[in-house]
């Protein structure tokens, strides 16, 4: 993975959507963080297989949900590096642009939400899953674990998409190019769970909060978690000359590449990192333990997997 630094209910109808696969039991998957470098297609993943009732009661567990609207309009994105002295070449210049209309999920997908998608569709779920699949204190997560194609398909299932890298932007810092999403001061314990000077550990499971704690580190608009806790896959092909040519309307990013943006931060990288206008990239069949994602859809949704 290759984070750019300056450096370098719906619960009453989900039952009637679940496929042959919630009839089998939870298989036991215990995965340490060094198998984190390993490729995707080289490390199993949870399956269901057994004890339906369990995958059901876990995912009929009310999780936070909903979505918030963000204003159509112009906002600045990018860095100006006078301002922000640890943008990186990347993310420059800082420019206008104008984005319509479009809704972006409040909060993280969680693993409840992704338990859903997998029951109902039969995709393997993510490596970090195990025991039934995962205990209740887990339920409330953001899914952590899935690649790229992973968090496309789970939100076409629910009748989004990811957002665009400028969606994702705007939503995360508003309109006036601010550094974090609660302003341009630095990042605190009580804003966002982010590794801080003697917190970064390599861990079996992380120190991952739940997708609605954090409120005092909410977005302009009220979305949590646009930094730290997990980074987040947004739609966008990675171009680090993107911003000096991209559109200024609505732009989608480049038509191809091979490797697909991340933003946001972790849990277990530092506070520059976790900037508004920060950029990662990484192969869309590629995966981490810092990487989850949310969805957005330019028009009203009635709910997950309609």
Not at 128 to 154: C, L, Q, T
């Amino acid at each position: 993975m290759r984070r750019i630094s300056k450096a370098s209910d719906q619960t009453s109808s989900y039952a009637s959507r679940l496929t042959p696969y919630a009839v089998a039991a939870i298989v036991t998957l215990s995965v340490t963080a060094a198998t984190v470098t390993r490729a995707d297609h080289d490390l199993p993943k949870w399956r269901p297989s057994g004890d339906a009732a369990e995958a059901a009661r876990l995912a009929a567990l009310p999780v936070p949900d909903g979505m918030v609207s963000i204003p159509a309009g112009w906002f600045l994105m990018g860095s100006d590096y006078h301002v922000d002295p640890d943008a990186g070449p990347q993310e420059q210049p800082q420019r206008r642009v104008h984005l319509d209309e479009f809704q972006i999920d409040r909060y993280e997908v969680s693993n409840v939400h992704y338990l859903r998608f997998v029951l109902a569709t039969g995709r393997a779920g993510p490596p970090y899953w195990r025991g039934d699949p995962f205990p209740d204190k887990m339920a409330a997560h953001p899914v952590i674990g899935v690649s790229w194609e992973d968090a496309n398909a789970y939100c076409r299932w629910a009748g989004k998409r990811l957002p665009t890298e400028a969606e994702w932007e705007k939503a995360a810092r508003g309109t006036d190019g601010r550094i974090f999403p609660w302003g341009n001061e630095p990042a605190g314990w009580q804003k966002s769970n982010i590794a801080h000077s003697g917190s970064k550990r390599g861990v079996k499971y992380p120190p991952l909060a739940n997708v609605n704690r954090y409120d005092r580190g909410v977005s302009p608009y009220g979305v949590y978690q646009m930094a730290g806790n997990a980074g987040e896959w947004v739609a966008d092909w990675f171009d680090p000359q993107y911003y000096r040519q991209g559109a200024d309307r609505n732009p989608p990013g480049p038509g191809k590449g091979g490797e697909k943006v991340f933003r946001g931060g972790s849990w277990n990288e530092d506070p520059e990192v976790a900037r508004s206008a920060g950029r990662g990239a990484k192969a869309p069949d590629g995966w981490s333990y810092l990487l989850g994602f949310r969805c957005a859809h330019s028009a009203q949704v009635i709910g997950y997997g309609q």
